[in-house]
């Protein structure tokens, strides 16, 4: 039976950063990419002389300090770049010299948010296969090793086109205490060059000051909420107005949205009820859902009993979901409704150890989901 997919996976581009052009001018589009795969820790190359005991001395950068809002770390910029906060919602450090398309941002994970033996790979290849869907022509370097702030570091450098703008990025990755860091600085494809020398400084520059501190998530619950329909012909939802509808977090789904800053995320997944035998009951149907893969899908997977209920008055069965997908530790609340032509899916999301204080807002955004003109409570 070909059902929709019911595999959800966390969108761990907001855990390991989302590479965008922000700010980039449409009027580099043309311009010729440089050679890629080149070398992203220059400083170790002019340091790669006869006495090979000796390690390179680290690059260094003239500016002022940034400190992040926690003051649990900082990145030196020079005098032109000035501190840039709508860079990336998820961004712990993020500055810019926008008139020259020089972009830099730090973005910080707890271990703890990733499987115990998550690594500095792992990380890599986290951050590579969430951000390749977004990144045209995604053309990744080998790692290259390095140290920053006395921890072991990797750096990658990556071509592609975002937004018919072709860009280059220096990502560099860095595994200190209970969390991995991780600095991406951009440009144009034409101009990145000339400032890899600038972007690598500013990288090496970074200092974590005290162990990381979890940012603080309100809950959402008593915002206004506002109409979120996606593709959907037929359902909506009703969220605050600070979540964003998405198109790549679940294939197939009929509604997506997240609020990337505070870590939520949203599928809706609706499947008409001819699709399946008459015989088939609201019951069957989750059964189909959890024998598609979803499980499987899963790490270590610790499922809650069934509950029966009610969604804006439509009965409905209703579970939490935890483990880890490709080392992020993800909680779900998962959802299924029996309207009266369709099946759905309401699948929310977010990192296990927030989901306990988000379901309570999560229940109140589900109490919305129902078929256009219909009520909303």
């Not at 965008?20 to 340091?47: H, L, M, R, Y």
């Not at 300090?65 to 005098?79: H, R, V, Y």
């Not at 494809?189 to 400084?201: C, I, L, M, T, V």
Request: glycine share 6%; charged share 25%.
């Amino acid at each position: 039976m070909n059902m929709k997919s019911s595999i959800v996976k966390l969108a761990a581009v907001l855990l390991v950063g989302s590479m965008i052009a922000a700010g980039c001018s449409s009027e580099s589009k043309n311009d010729p990419p440089p050679p890629v795969n080149t070398n992203a820790n220059s400083n170790a190359e002019q340091g790669a002389d006869n006495d090979t005991d000796k390690e390179p001395e680290a690059p260094t950068v003239k500016g002022s300090p940034l400190l992040s809002q926690n003051e649990d770390m900082q990145i030196t910029i020079p005098k032109d770049w000035k501190e840039d906060n709508q860079l990336n919602p998820v961004a712990r450090l993020s500055a810019s010299n926008r008139a020259k398309e020089k972009y830099i941002m730090v973005i910080a994970t707890s271990k703890g948010d990733l499987a115990d033996n998550a690594t500095m790979d792992d990380y890599i290849k986290i951050f590579n296969e969430n951000t390749a869907p977004s990144v045209e022509n995604f053309s990744p370097s080998e790692p290259t090793d390095t140290t920053i702030d006395g921890a072991p570091a990797k750096q990658v450098e990556i071509t592609g086109e975002v937004q018919k703008i072709k860009v280059h990025y220096l990502a560099t990755f860095v595994e200190k205490d209970d969390a991995f860091y991780q600095v991406v600085s951009w440009s144009t494809q034409k101009q990145f060059p000339g400032y890899r020398d600038e972007f690598n400084a500013i990288s090496h520059s970074l200092q974590v000051l005290k162990p990381l501190e979890a940012t603080t998530q309100p809950d959402g619950g008593n915002a206004d909420l506002e109409v979120y329909e996606g593709s959907s012909e037929n359902f909506q939802i009703m969220l605050p107005g600070d979540w964003s509808e998405e198109t790549m977090l679940t294939p197939g789904a009929d509604i997506q949205a997240a609020r990337m800053a505070q870590e939520d995320y949203l599928a809706i997944i609706t499947e008409e009820k001819s699709t399946f035998a008459d015989d088939v009951t609201l019951e069957g149907y989750l059964d189909m859902v959890l024998q598609n893969g979803m499980l499987e899908a899963i790490e270590n997977p610790e499922k809650s009993e069934h509950k029966n209920i009610t969604v804006n008055g439509k009965p409905a069965i209703q579970f939490t979901l935890t483990g880890s997908i490709e080392k992020v530790k993800v909680g779900y609340l998962f959802t299924v409704v029996e309207t009266d032509n369709e099946y759905s899916q309401v699948i929310f999301w977010t990192l296990q150890q927030m989901l306990d204080q988000k379901i309570p807002a999560y229940q109140e955004y589900l109490q919305t989901f129902g078929e256009k003109g219909g009520s909303a409570i």
